[in-house]
């Protein structure tokens, strides 16, 4: 069966590329390592590669690339979210898949590949689904402190003594020494909200901040560097975040942000997206950023404006 092929660098990306014949199939899956989705679409293309078997010459070829780790050649396939599928033969590009839909990527190899040899043996994952549990069984009786009852393989209780008659607990009053009947609120829901606290404040640090990886003289990824030379070309004036030098503003803004990639832009204390969603915004209105230019220069905002990773800078 095919295997999906990891590649670690520039040279070994060109090297594989130049040595398939035009007649293969050759399918790019851009990926992250923090981004869920990115694991679940590794378990697709690992199911979908196993179903063609090894042919000379290949019918499609599965490769594997870190989108931050490798940006140039992210940026020659102009990848602005993870993940993301090329599929292209003799060179040419013949469709693209953004996200994670398990059906959209097999229908999609299937249209240009044909389908797998082995499909029998091996299906796609099904979508997850969460079953609600069982209650638990109503005529399970108090006695000895405790529920009198055995515990089944679902979670709830069956009664082993249903002759044995309830406790009149009419006259019952609480003492000090009874257990808690419920656990005491831990420090974590102060410490979400010290958090959610701060990220409000940096988010509006400046009228445009950016949280990206790293800082905008070096940044860390292809995504982040394409962002700064939007907002350069742009002139606009913002502040930024490095993320990576604060993990729990890196953790904290995906959940509070309900957006789980970086860099993120923010504009007036909302968010406006990421890289993709930037360009959308400015192919559709040029002058998004125009109250945010200063004289047409555009560059980092003064030091009083720049968010820091221990918070904002007074």
């Known amino acids: 069966m095919s295997t999906v092929q990891e590649i670690d660098s520039d040279a070994a990306?060109?090297?594989?590329?130049?040595?398939?014949?035009?007649?293969?199939?050759?399918?790019?899956?851009?990926h992250t390592p923090w981004a869920a989705p990115c694991a679940q679409m590794a378990t697709v293309l690992s199911t979908l590669a196993a179903s063609y078997p090894p042919q000379i010459p290949p019918i499609i070829s599965f490769l594997s690339l870190n989108a931050e780790s490798l940006p140039d050649i992210s940026e020659s396939y102009d990848v602005t979210a993870v993940p993301f599928l090329v599929l292209q033969r003799d060179g040419k590009i013949l469709e693209s898949v953004s996200g994670s839909d398990a059906t959209k990527v097999r229908e999609a190899v299937e249209r240009h590949a044909g389908k797998g040899g082995n499909t029998g043996r091996a299906s796609l994952p099904p979508k997850l689904e969460a079953t609600p549990r069982e209650d638990v069984n109503e005529n399970a009786s108090i006695a000895g402190g405790g529920i009198d009852g055995?515990?089944?393989?679902?979670?709830?209780?069956?009664?082993?003594?249903?002759?044995?008659p309830a406790k009149d607990l009419s006259g019952y009053a609480p003492t000090a020494n009874d257990p808690a009947?419920?656990?005491?609120?831990?420090?974590?829901?102060?410490?979400?909200?010290?958090?959610?606290?701060?990220?409000?404040?940096?988010?509006?640090?400046?009228?445009?901040?950016?949280?990206?990886k790293g800082t905008p003289s070096?940044?860390?990824?292809?995504?982040?560097?394409?962002?700064?030379?939007?907002?350069?070309?742009?002139?606009?004036?913002?502040?930024?975040?490095?993320?990576?030098?604060?993990?729990?503003?890196?953790?904290?803004?995906?959940?509070?942000?309900?957006?789980?990639?970086?860099?993120?832009?923010?504009?007036?204390?909302?968010?406006?997206?990421?890289?993709?969603?930037?360009?959308?915004?400015?192919?559709s209105d040029p002058g998004f950023f125009s109250q945010y230019s200063v004289n047409g220069l555009g560059g980092m905002a003064a030091p009083e404006k720049q968010a820091r990773p221990e918070g904002v800078a007074t």
């Open 13 to 30: 990306f060109h090297s594989h590329f130049s040595s398939l014949p035009p007649t293969t199939l050759l399918l790019i899956s851009f």
């Open 150 to 164: 055995a515990a089944t393989a679902n979670g709830a209780f069956q009664n082993s003594s249903a002759t044995t």
């Open 181 to 212: 009947t419920a656990p005491e609120m831990s420090s974590t829901a102060g410490q979400i909200e010290e958090l959610n606290a701060r990220l409000a404040e940096l988010v509006k640090a400046a009228p445009v901040m950016l949280f990206m």
């Open 218 to 283: 070096t940044p860390q990824c292809g995504f982040s560097r394409q962002l700064v030379g939007l907002l350069r070309e742009n002139g606009v004036r913002y502040g930024f975040f490095n993320i990576l030098a604060d993990e729990d503003v890196r953790q904290g803004l995906k959940v509070w942000a309900d957006w789980p990639t970086f860099p993120q832009l923010w504009v007036g204390g909302e968010l406006v997206g990421g890289l993709d969603i930037v360009r959308e915004e400015l192919e």
